[in-house]
């Protein structure tokens, strides 16, 4: 009987961890991203990335004026739950992403690939990106910040 009981509660316990494993997992896929610092305004407002067809997730924000910015991305817009830069996981205070922008005018694009972010900067004059749009949902922020999505 104890060999029983035991066998039960060995293979109770063995579903307990699978079923947490898989709740796990399903929250780990509703996390959001998000960037946050000067390059979109200011320390306390998130900017959500968009995710993309190959499993990243990005942002464009337009009409960027010259100068040095710092953001950081973050996870489900808290400080506590997981934060990235360029070089990747950056919690713990670890350093902000920097980023120049050369000419009034530029987009800067930030992509995050779930480990760490990756920032391109076209100046205002530059041709169409080689994604075609089709391809790519974007949320894109004007100079005052404002955002919509397309």
Do not use: C
């Amino acid at each position: 009987m104890k060999k029983i009981a035991k066998r039960v509660i060995t293979a109770v316990l063995a579903m307990a961890m699978v079923i947490g494993m898989m709740a796990m997992t399903a929250f780990a896929a509703d996390d959001t991203y998000s960037v946050i610092g000067s390059i979109n305004g200011n320390w306390d407002k998130d900017t959500d990335l968009v995710k993309q067809a190959d499993g990243t997730y990005s942002v464009d924000i337009t009409d960027v004026k010259a100068g040095s910015y710092e953001f950081k991305i973050r996870t489900n817009h808290a400080w506590d739950n997981g934060e990235y830069n360029l070089e990747g996981d950056a919690s713990s205070g670890g350093a902000n992403a920097k980023v120049d922008v050369a000419k009034d005018g530029a987009t800067v694009t930030i992509t995050f690939d779930g480990t760490k972010a990756t920032v391109t900067v076209k100046e205002a004059s530059a041709a169409a990106p080689a994604t075609p749009a089709a391809d790519r949902k974007s949320t894109r922020l004007n100079s005052s910040h404002d955002q919509s999505s397309y």
